[in-house]
């Protein structure tokens, strides 16, 4: 951020302490001026169809490459649907999954369901043929209810196009203009307070990071407590559901296509057959799935403890990473600014700690307790 915000100093000049004095006024007259929370110039208000950032299973999430495409694919706009919050430091498909389980899960749902149920009618009006799984001459068994509903699901899930105004970094902040890059980031502030709702894709580095902190303090002081929609989704969930869903379809597989004939000398224990694979998958998929939402909830485990616990001391950011020196010149250090930002909206930063500690926390937990294993955690 701050490399494209302001002048850099070279470190034969930050070695004086009239220079390093001259730093830290700048450092105050940047979060000064993010703290009022505008937007500095119209252009930078952008946001991009939710089927533009998932688009090709999630390539702006998960590529360096082709900047000036993304931001290609993002348009100005007078408001924000949905703001995405995400740490570039967690596991990419994960977010993808998530994501992709939000906007796309329930019309997946749907169009199964209803894929499934059409399969029934057709087959009961003998439009589609049965399966002999007795006899060669009874064609009564019928699995097109559960391959076509597995299908009309998993094309929906990948080719679902949701139309959700939503702003994620990569494609809505311009990564080659670099006036226009510095104009997006002094508005961010700006741009959170224009956003109806904030989706926090959690996982355990999201905490970790200055500017996620610094995104969740910006839009609680942005709204009214009345106003304030944020939804955690733990980015676990996403894998974990979607393993759940295809676990089940290769239990239930075997259970309805395998014959089950009997007028053989062995054909009456030919049907142990299916009913091993299914235990067996049944086995297999459990342990993993089991697995898996063990790995959830202690991940549930560890925001309640990261919230409990936060500190802009403890979050790390790029430019304290690399010791505030890129190519020889001095940057400004992000952390202070945002450190200074915080004690303008909320007093302190141990106000605003104190606040994420208590108020933030308490109505994760309540969610949490009230839904069993939320899809979101709303404010």
């Known amino acids: 951020m701050p490399q494209v915000l ?10 004086s302490g009239e220079e390093r004095a001259e730093v830290r006024e700048a450092q105050r007259e940047v979060a000064t001026y993010v703290a009022r929370m505008e937007v500095l110039r119209p252009e930078v208000m952008r946001v991009t169809r939710a089927h533009k950032a998932l688009g090709r299973c ?8 082709d900047d000036n495409y993304f931001f290609g694919e993002s348009f100005a706009s007078a408001k924000i649907s949905c703001f995405w919050s995400h740490s570039w430091h967690g596991r990419r498909w994960m977010k993808i999954f998530s994501l992709m389980l939000r906007y796309n899960g329930l019309p997946s749902a749907i169009i199964g369901s209803f894929t499934a149920l059409t399969m029934i009618v057709l087959f009961s009006c003998g439009l589609l043929p049965g399966l002999s799984r007795l006899d060669d001459n009874d064609p009564r068994w019928s699995t097109w209810s559960l391959a076509g509903g597995f299908a009309g699901a998993v094309i929906t899930f990948f080719l679902w196009r949701p139309r959700q105004l939503v702003f994620l970094d990569r494609v809505c902040i311009s ?3 670099v006036g226009l890059k510095a104009a997006s980031i002094f508005s961010l502030a700006g741009i959170l307070k224009k956003s109806d709702q904030m989706l926090v894709l959690w996982d355990p580095t999201w905490s970790d990071r200055l500017w ?12 009214a407590t009345s ?7 733990p980015t676990f969930l996403g894998p974990c559901s979607i393993g759940l869903f295809i676990g089940v379809f290769l239990v239930m597989l075997p259970a309805t296509t395998v014959p089950m004939r009997e007028h053989t000398s062995w ?3 030919f049907i142990l057959v299916p009913l091993s694979g299914t235990f067996l998958l049944l086995f297999i998929s459990g342990y993993v799935i089991a697995a898996a939402f063990r790995a959830y909830f202690r991940s549930v485990e560890k925001l309640k403890k990261d919230l409990s616990e936060i500190s802009f001391d403890e979050t790390r950011c790029s430019c304290c990473d690399c010791g505030h020196v890129q190519r020889g010149a001095h940057m400004m250090c992000d952390r202070e600014i945002v450190k200074e930002c915080v004690s303008i909206w909320f007093g302190s930063e141990e106000a605003f700690e104190d606040y994420v500690r208590s108020e933030v926390l308490v109505t994760i937990v309540a969610g949490i307790a009230k839904k069993g294993i939320p899809p979101a955690t709303r404010f």
């Not at 999630?58 to 490459?65: D, E, F, N, V």
């Not at 996620?212 to 709204?223: G, I, P, R």
């Open 267 to 269: 054909g009456r224990y």
């Open 175 to 177: 990564a080659n203009n």
């Open 58 to 65: 999630g390539r702006a999430l998960r590529s360096w490459t």
């Open 6 to 15: 302001g002048r850099e100093w070279t470190e034969e000049e930050e070695s």
């Open 212 to 223: 996620c902190v610094f995104e969740l303090a910006a839009f609680l002081k942005s709204k």
């Open 227 to 233: 106003e304030q929609v944020i939804i955690i989704l």
